[in-house]
T-cell receptor, first 113, second 109 residues
Framework: NAGVTQTPKFQVLKTGQSMTLQCAQDMNHEYMSWYRQDPGMGLRLIHY???????DQGEVPNGYNVSRSTTEDFPLRLLSAAPSQTSVYFCASSYSAGRETQYFGPGTRLLVL | GENVEQHPSTLSVQEGDSAVIKCTYS??????FPWYKQELGKRPQLIIDIRSNVGEKKDQRIAVTLNKTAKHFSLHITETQPEDSAVYFCAAYIQKLVFGTGTRLLVSP
């Protein structure tokens, strides 16, 4: 199993550009989530999904959209990038709920100029 | 929503000493409390977790305690080793997982 994969590993955007961060898992996990990690701020939940077709907001959802059309994929979309979105983004998944071991992807480092 | 506070933000110990990291949570309905370790440049990985029906759990040199009345839980690492140096995150779960801000542990030889 590849586990949780994320692409790209690193991206530079200009303010106002849009992009999609990809996340996929091959473990048949129902629960998937997106976090951003900033120095001194820990891991903050952006959006999460308890299964295909179901998504919900986390702590910091503004500026981000998600969809979950399949069990395997959970892309994160930035509609109009802002410098405040410069961060490291982690995708995570678990078997059935957030109260189980979260398996994190390798992360995507995003720089917005 | 749930709020998790974690202290200290940095912790320096000598090899062989014990380290304790403390977290408090706000929602008394939270029922799952994991701890993650993140080495420099790597992804977070689960090291131990505890559920609300248990007061303490141990795994070799690592232990976690939970006080539901006070709404706090702690990570205890005994006989620390240089490879324990990392950032440690606590988290609490009620419908979604909310993390603390992390503790950078440095173990000096």
């Amino acid at each position: 199993n590849a586990g949780v994969t994320q692409t790209p590993k690193f991206q530079v955007l200009k303010t106002g550009q849009s992009m999609t961060l990809q996340c996929a898992q091959d473990m048949n996990h129902e629960y998937m989530s997106w976090y951003r990690q900033d120095p001194g701020m820990g891991l903050r939940l952006i959006h999460y999904s308890v299964g295909a077709g179901i998504t919900d907001q986390g702590e910091v959802p503004n500026g981000y959209n998600v969809s979950r059309s399949t069990t395997e994929d959970f892309p994160l979309r930035l509609l109009s990038a802002a410098p405040s979105q410069t961060s490291v983004y982690f995708c995570a998944s678990s078997y059935s709920a957030g109260r189980e071991t979260q398996y994190f992807g390798p992360g995507t480092r995003l720089l917005v100029l | 929503g749930e709020n998790v506070e974690q202290h200290p933000s940095t912790l320096s110990v000598q090899e062989g000493d014990s380290a304790v990291i403390k977290c408090t949570y706000s929602d008394s309905a939270s029922n799952y409390f994991p701890w993650y370790k993140q080495e420099l440049g790597k992804r977070p990985q689960l090291i131990i977790d505890i559920r609300s029906n248990v007061g303490e759990k141990k795994d070799q040199r690592i232990a976690v305690t939970l006080n539901k009345t006070a709404k706090h839980f702690s990570l205890h690492i005994t006989e620390t080793q240089p490879e324990d140096s990392a950032v440690y995150f606590c988290a609490a779960y009620i419908q979604k997982l909310v993390f603390g801000t992390g503790t950078r542990l440095l173990v000096s030889p």
